[in-house]
């Protein structure tokens, strides 16, 4: 496995296991491992098909909804801030992802010459 695969292997396993960390600790006591678990898969899984971009918007949303809820509600929301901002931040990650490959490809369509036949000479 090339480097850069290992790494975003390594770093999905982090920003989807705590992502899976949070919702489990708001869930309860009993969730907090099987959540972890499931969230560190996802995050191998989706490490492995190439997703940087989305573990980007995972990253800022986590960062933003708990700083959001801790300015709102204070330290008590954090968690919740923090995991509902993760899945929004994912979700608008897709989506931005989508609409530039949409609009590069737009840019770079192009047309395909128009070949022309020759004329065939009738015997």
């Known amino acids: 496995m090339a480097g850069s695969k290992v790494f975003d292997v ?4 982090l920003i989807l296991g705590t992502v899976g960390g949070l919702i489990g600790m708001f869930m309860g006591e009993g969730f907090l491992i099987p959540s972890l678990i499931v969230g560190v898969m996802l995050g191998m899984g989706v490490g492995f098909l190439g997703g940087r971009q989305f573990f980007l918007g995972i990253f800022v949303g986590t960062l933003l909804g708990g700083l959001l809820a801790w300015g709102v509600s204070g330290v008590e929301a954090i968690t919740v801030g923090a995991a509902s901002g993760a899945a929004m931040g994912g979700f608008l990650g897709i989506w931005i992802s989508m609409l530039c490959d949409m609009f590069s490809q737009r840019k ?3 047309v395909p010459p128009v070949v022309e ?3 065939n000479s009738a015997p």
């Open 10 to 13: 390594l770093l999905g396993a």
């Open 117 to 119: 036949e020759p004329e």
């Open 108 to 110: 770079s369509k192009v």
